[in-house]
């Protein structure tokens, strides 16, 4: 299906889609967050929603306008976010998971914003976030649920190795893998990805604008979903 076509061969199709980055609340005012805008979610909603997909979008912290056709849920932090995407996947079609979730938070949130004392400054001591995109393939698994789950992943050096160790690891259906570094940066209106299967496939999708990608993503769910 090419961009500006009407078919909308994901109609009766419920698709959820996170999107943007987490923060990770250091104090009242403060976080540890990423660079992630949010722009390749957005896109997987706006191309899901013109091809007839029920779209869910779970979106964290990101600041553009709603895609058009698609029902929004804001979240803030990783826990917040896990618990949306295990509430809104019930009866999905398709599961995308293409925020940049934190990899770890502080172990507690200061109550008061934390002061300059003169002294050095106290350590922010870090504990690991669930594992979202595991989490779901897991309790799809254990209760046999039909569904596409879908991972993303940025990478460097052997892109394709580390695309293939991670997508086994995380046990989704499809990895969608960027190479980032060498001047790639966060932000940017195109994008450019290998999308690997379970099932030993991998499809080069060149650079171009971030709905193509997006389109080619929902291609390979549809031809899952057949
Ligand atoms: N992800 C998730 N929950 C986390 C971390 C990551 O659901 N706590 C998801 C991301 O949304 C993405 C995929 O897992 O779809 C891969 O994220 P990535 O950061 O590349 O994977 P990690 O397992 O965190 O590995 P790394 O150590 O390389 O960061
Ligand atoms: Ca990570």
Not at 8 to 13: Q, W
Not at 83 to 98: K, L, P, Y
Not at 107 to 133: C, F, R, Y
Request: net charge neutral.
């Amino acid at each position: 299906l090419r961009r500006g076509t009407a078919a909308p061969d994901l109609a009766g199709r419920r698709v959820v889609i996170s999107a943007g980055g987490t923060r990770e609340a250091i104090d009242p005012v403060r976080f540890l967050g990423n660079h992630s805008s949010g722009k390749q979610g957005y896109a997987l909603a706006r191309t899901a929603a013109a091809r007839g997909a029920d779209v869910t979008l779970v979106a964290a912290n990101v600041s553009l306008p709603d895609p058009a056709g698609a029902r929004v849920v804001r979240v803030g932090s990783a826990v917040e976010l896990a618990e949306a995407m295990e509430a809104e996947r019930a009866g999905a079609d398709a599961v995308v998971m293409s925020a940049a979730v934190a990899d770890f938070r502080p172990v507690a949130s200061a109550a008061s914003k934390i002061k300059k004392s003169g002294a050095a400054p106290a350590p922010i001591e870090l504990v690991e976030n669930p594992d979202i995109l595991a989490g779901l393939v897991a309790s799809r698994d254990s209760e046999r649920l039909e569904q596409t789950i879908v991972g993303f992943a940025a990478e460097t050096d052997d892109v394709i190795a580390n695309g293939r160790a991670k997508l086994a690891r995380k046990g989704c259906d499809l990895l969608v893998v960027n190479q980032v570094g060498g001047g790639r940066a966060f932000g940017t209106e195109d994008n450019q990805a290998v999308v690997l299967g379970a099932d030993g496939t991998a499809v080069d999708v060149p650079t171009g604008p971030k709905e193509d990608l997006a389109d080619r993503i929902w291609d390979l769910v549809r031809r899952r979903l057949d």
